[in-house]
């Protein structure tokens, strides 16, 4: 029988290759990547079965390149490997096409667990944070304002890029847009938010994990 191909990401090389050790015995490494732009192009190039990889990535974060890599792949499945323990992203994941998600504070059994239950066409939660999903569905106290139900997928890649520091230019050599289409989504997604500078903007992906806070 075939090995499942898992691709994995995270911008921690150390813990791609801890992990690339963990699951080589029983699974095929087709390849390890660190942010979600180059995720997306090996996902359409080696086609895996499964995916392996984290919310907060570089260049595009794991739930918008999860909503892309379904688009991609539907049969895909994905495992969100993250340390992010609050029910708002373990909701957001699923609803963007998660299989799975798992804490990396995680025992490697655990991890392993996920993989062949996805790849049997099940869901995976880990029982860390169980209590915490179910507990999130029950009460529903708070209902931030979604970050998908205010920008465009667009605008969540340039703030996402304007965050972690890049220039206009940069974004869209990145984007393979013109500066002035940068320019005009940045007004526009400012305009959405009401927020009025880089530094606000960076908070509010913070608060909304598009990036890490450093």
Known sequence: MNKPRILLCDDHVLFSEGLRRILEPQFEIVRCVENGRDL?????????????????MPLLNGIDTAGQLKTISPALRIIFLTM?????????????????????????????????????????????????????????????????????????????LLAEGKAPKEISTTLNISTRTVEFHKYRLMEAVGLRSIAELTRYAVAHGIVQAC
């Open 84 to 160: 992010h323990e609050d029910g708002t992203f373990v909701k957001a994941a699923f609803a963007a096409g998660a299989s799975g998600y798992v804490l990396k504070r995680s025992a490697p059994s655990e991890i392993i667990s996920a993989i062949h239950e996805v790849c049997q066409g099940r869901m995976f939660i880990s029982p860390l944070i169980e209590a915490t999903v179910r507990s999130a569905v029950a009460k529903r106290k708070r209902k931030p304002r979604k970050l998908k139900s205010v920008l465009t997928a667009r605008q969540r890649e340039i703030l996402q």
């Open 40 to 56: 997306l192009a090996a996902a359409e190039r080696l086609r895996p079965d499964v995916i392996l990889m984290d919310i907060s």
